[in-house]
């Protein structure tokens, strides 16, 4: 059986400080600098242009492994509710979607299922979260990014 890849939990690496300086796309374009000014990663200047498409197929034995479609490598990837519904907007509701498309997309649904943000800080530290969540899944290899 070949080995299966975990996923991170984005939100434990910035906990304890283990971000990586930079995050690359496996093609190594620069996708995203967590330690510089933000509008200074790459996945953020470009986020009008880049769009994203899905490549991977879930394992029909077990939801949480998906096996990247370009390399056949497996990946587990816990439930997490950032996670799930960005790669569902992107493999099902909008194939093609830009990185602002899919960033929106979910912040929508977060404001629906729990309200508006209590302040820009908060807005801005959970978008930032998904913006690391979504340079992890391009990082490996979950979405493919089109510049």
């Not at 975990?6 to 304890?16: G, I, K, N």
């Not at 394992?59 to 960005?86: C, F, S, W, Y």
């Not at 093609?96 to 302040?119: C, H, P, W, Y």
């Amino acid at each position: 059986m070949e080995q299966i890849i975990e996923f991170p939990d984005v939100l434990e690496l910035v906990e304890q400080h283990k971000l990586p300086r930079e995050i690359y796309a496996p093609d190594g374009t620069l996708l995203f600098k967590p330690y510089d000014p933000v509008i200074e990663s790459p996945l953020i200047a470009n986020r009008k242009s880049w769009r994203l498409f899905a490549n991977y197929t879930v394992d029909p034995n077990d939801d949480e492994v998906v096996q990247i479609n370009t390399t056949g490598q497996l990946i587990r990837i816990k439930h997490d509710a950032d996670v799930d519904e960005m790669m569902g907007y992107i493999r099902k509701v909008h194939p093609g979607a830009t990185v602002e498309e899919a960033i929106s997309f979910v912040l929508q649904r977060v404001v629906e299922d729990t309200g508006e943000f209590k302040d820009d800080d908060e807005f801005g530290a959970y978008t930032l979260t998904l913006y690391l969540i979504l340079a992890y899944l391009i990082h490996y290899g979950v979405l493919i990014l089109v510049k």
